[in-house]
Every structure is written in C-alpha cells, then in structure tokens.
C-alpha cells in the first residue's frame, strides 16, 4: 500500500555522519522554509494581554480562524470568477478546496468548546471590546455568501483601506449571484430581476429559483447543474455547522450574557445559525 508523502521532506535519523541524503543544513541568513512561511512572524504575534494561561490558547486559536477565513475567501473569490468566466472545472476545484478548509476551520472550536464560565472568565477581560464580529475578513466571507447589508461597513469607518475594501465587496456580485447568473446562460429560468438586483442587498429567496433547482434535481443527476448544485449544498452545511458550533461554543462560556464588545452574543448568533446559506438549494429538495 502506498503512503501519502508529508507536506515538507522529513528529516532523516540521525544515525552518523552527514550523507548525501541528508538534508542541507548550511544555509545564508534564514532558512528558505523560514523565507517561505515567515513563522517567525506568525509565532511572535501572540501578545497576551493577562496571566491566564488560557488566553494564550484563545489567542492562537482565533488567529487560526482568521486565517482560514483568508483561505476561504480566496476560494470563493476563485470560484466566483471562474462562473462569470463559464469556467466551471475551476470552480468546482476551488470549491471542493473550500470543504476541507471548512472542516478545518470548524475543528479550531475544539479547542475553546469545553470552556466553563471560569475558564472564560479568567482572561474575558482582557478582549476589552473586541469581538468576533469585528472581523473584517469574516464580514468579507459572509458577503460572498450573500449575506450583505450596508450597515456592516460601519465598524470599520476609523479603517480606511479596510473600510475602502469591504465597500467594494459589498457592492460586488456574491458567491451565489455568479451562480445564478451562470445558471441563466446555461438556459435555465432565472427571473430578469434576480439577474439585475442590487448585489449589496441582502440576498432573499425567490420561489422561480427554488423551481429551477427543483427541475434540476428532479433531471440528471449527473449534469453539470446537480454536481454544481451538491458542491455548494456542501459549503452551506459546513458554514451551517461553524454557526451552530459559535453558538455552542459561546453558549457553554458565557450563557446568555452580552458578548464582549457590547455584541448581543447568544441571541445574535441563534438568529444566524437558524439561516439558511443558499436557501433555494434547500426548499427545492422538498418537492423533487
């Protein structure tokens, strides 16, 4: 049976004298690995604000988060304009990537889901007011799946480039929009004024795009559309399942307090855990 190989070449034992199997040790100034990951930056990032323990696990763990936002992002991103460029193999790869990045993503709540009032309670203060939902690349994630409002823009007004990008996002086609747009060039019935809507608009569900998912899956199970279709029924689950695990997660550390920052905590994140991504890819499957 074959063995996938490590992300990086492994170090042989050290059992004697160098070989030349041996990997180079001799290097000027950093190591490529170094000039490559820059760790050294990412491990000194970490600026614990109290004595507790615990928040140096917080602290790593959220910065993990905001890096597989990052990568996600740029999956989205990637397969939203591959749909605009009729380029659905690219997409589809981009959005498979997406999964495993989600699940990845998700597994980084093991970390703070067992926390007991206590625990959190040890270094809370030192979030002061800072809280996840300030996370402007989070904010761009939940755009891209159509989950748009103007008023999000506003935290971010003392952060002009940051303000200046979240704009543009905003008023850039979601995720879900190329989709719809891809599915009407391919000839299905996609309503003129879902077509034309104002993309910084919060997506609603209409019952014309429920019927074409409807007679989507109702025909071919393999074509285009369905393969489609199930990737992205993939991605809602997952980001469906990071919303109820926020929730638990939250609910088991702090109850039904506010949450850090003035947020509304709890009660916030039920609301957004009870939303459906992608809505009609849903509803269509009670009638098919």
Avoid at 144 to 166: D, F, N, Q, W
Wanted: aromatic share 10%.
């Amino acid at each position: 049976m074959s063995h996938p190989q490590p992300p990086f070449p492994m170090a042989p034992e050290a059992t004697g004298p160098e070989t030349a199997e041996s990997p180079n040790l001799e290097f000027r100034g950093t190591t490529p690995y170094e000039d490559y990951v820059r760790a050294e930056v990412l491990t000194r990032l970490q600026k614990p604000l109290s004595d507790d323990p615990g928040e140096m696990v917080f602290l790593v763990t959220t910065q993990v988060m905001e890096l597989w936002f990052t990568v996600i992002v740029h999956e989205w991103t990637t397969a939203a304009r591959a749909l605009r460029e009729d380029d659905l193999p690219t997409a589809m790869a981009a959005l498979r990537r997406s999964t495993y990045e989600l699940a990845s993503l998700n597994a980084s709540w093991e970390p703070l889901a067992h926390l007991t009032p206590t625990q959190f309670n040890a270094f809370r203060g030192a979030l002061g007011e800072a809280s996840g939902f300030q996370s402007a690349t989070y904010r761009r994630l939940e755009f891209l799946l159509g989950e748009k409002a103007p008023a999000m823009l506003v935290p971010y007004r003392g952060a002009p480039r940051t303000h200046a990008e979240l704009t543009e996002a905003l008023h850039a086609p979601s995720l879900y929009d190329e989709v719809l747009r891809w599915l009407a060039r391919r000839g299905h019935a996609i309503p003129a004024d879902v077509l034309d809507r104002d993309p910084a608009e919060r997506y609603v569900p209409v019952p014309a795009v429920e019927d074409v998912w409807q007679r989507v899956y109702a025909g071919d199970e393999g074509s285009e559309e369905c393969r489609l279709g199930e990737a992205l029924t993939e991605v809602a689950e997952l980001v469906w399942r990071w919303r109820n695990d926020h929730l638990v997660a939250t609910r088991r550390a702090m109850g039904a307090k506010v949450g850090t920052g003035g947020s509304p905590g709890v009660a916030w994140l039920e609301k957004r855990a009870a939303k459906s991504v992608f809505p009609e890819l849903w509803t269509a499957r009670s009638r098919v």
